[in-house]
């Protein structure tokens, strides 16, 4: 621990100065503390019940027109984003001259959803540390997880809920919801998770190498937790809201770990401790962020106890958005009814309103590299196949140089990759800490284009000859007739903070083996292309010569199906 202290030392200043510019920096506009219209607002204070008596600060939205005294169903929000003196637009640093009301985060979905009007009662409770909640985060630890178990059993026990409790989250108050269902608190009954954490190992690294956000990350919450609360709030508001800089120091030291087995990230990894939960999950998941990566979200969905068929997914071609979140005109999923299938969710669960023929929906609705939504009883699904190919063997170097190509024949016909592949690969270096990094392309000849479809990393830890596996991220991708599969085994990619060791690496041999579809798919449900889809499929010409020169090998190809895509 001893020699973890010059690099906290220096950590712990940088974090001052950060803070210190924030404060600086001009005000946000007056809109943070705002109370959402026709309702009525209150906030309060509760004990989390744990050994260093945190309180927790809630704050409470209802219909103006409905007393207290009336039961409602809960929609709880447990989140780091709250403070009363930010704003949606702002979260970095506070408005002195707000505060005393309620942050806007999911006023949009009261926008989208009328939940309010409808009978709901929502409850945004800050996490230890932030807004007007004493403590320290703890980044998904067990005091966050403590602190959201407390506060969904709160919120269940108050004279105004009907004692059943719905989690709404995006990003890390997504993760809160996942960690509800971790912990299982009485009043729980549903969790409404877009875009979440679902392993805070696999969040910040894949396989020990890094991404940015390990590095980011934990210092921006630092500085959101280090935000105070405003003029307007109260004294034990402001009061909590002070940050507590050691708490900073240690998350960001331990974070530098990069091994998933340490202590540090075992009881952050909720594939492994929600397993086995049956609490009602309506999920989304991108196949194409940039922030909550697809890496673990099978996993996570997999290990669930769905066997009462109540849980539903939404995965496809969007980045780290909201379900019913507009980019211009458009729906950023593809589609328009998420706010409706999340109200039948919550008023199935919540207030018992089995639903109708026309409220009801798919269990997962599954989006392609055309646009297209279908619907799925499990993803992967029954009738995916994993087939091995052997890769071409060869010396790559670790640093910024091109890598191994592997490229199949044209294609004699449609194949659709739905799922994880899974590499495995014989390898010999010569220092320590290599990098390996596979990624899979759809090449199309005709039009000298090479879109990526899959990819994964590692780093190779020792030296000498090595054993490597990766599972690597998940797509639902159709390579039409004519194209190619294309395979690179390489050091390094820009969506990984890699330290390159500069050795050449041998890879002695290597196979993938990818995941397809065997089972015709021509029905498809409403929806279309997204953005973020339409920005992946553009600019990736490529000088398709040397990759595909001499590179070509047998891929393994699975029967002809109608993919629904001529």
Known sequence: MHTLLPSLTRVLTALAAAVLVLTLLPSAPAAAGSVYPGTQYREEFFDMGDPTFTRLHADLLRDEDVPWTVEQPVILVVSPYTNHTTTAASPLYGNPAGGGGMHERFFDFLDVTDAIEEGYTMVQVDLPGFGGSSGCNDWGGPVEQGAVKAAVEWAASQPWSNGRVGMLGKSYDAWTGLMGMAQDPIGLEAVISMEPVFSGYRYGYNNGVRFTNSVATPALFSVIDATPGGYADSPEYVLNSIGTPYCYGLNIALQQQDSEDVAFWAVRDLVRQAAGSDIPLFLTQGFLETNTKVDAALDYWNAMDDSAGENHMWIGQFDHVRGYEMQGERFAMGRSTFAAQAMSFLDEHLKGIEPTPATDFEAIAVQDNFGRYRAETAYPSADTVLLNTS??????????GGGIHSVSQPLPHDVWLAGEPRFSASVTTTVPRGNITVLTYDIDEAAGTRTLINRGTSLIRGVGAQQVDIQMYAQDWVVEEGHRIGVEVRGTNSFWVH?????????NDADIALPFLTADRTDFLDGESTPRLESHLAG???????????????????????????
């Open 540 to 566: 990736n010409a490529a000088d398709l010569g040397p990759i595909v020169t001499g590179n070509e090998v047998p891929f393994t190809l699975p029967a002809a199906i109608d993919t629904g895509a001529r």
């Open 391 to 400: 890769l071409r063997s060869g010396t790559y170097s670790d640093g910024t």
């Open 499 to 507: 330290v390159p060791t500069g050795q050449t690496i041998t890879v």
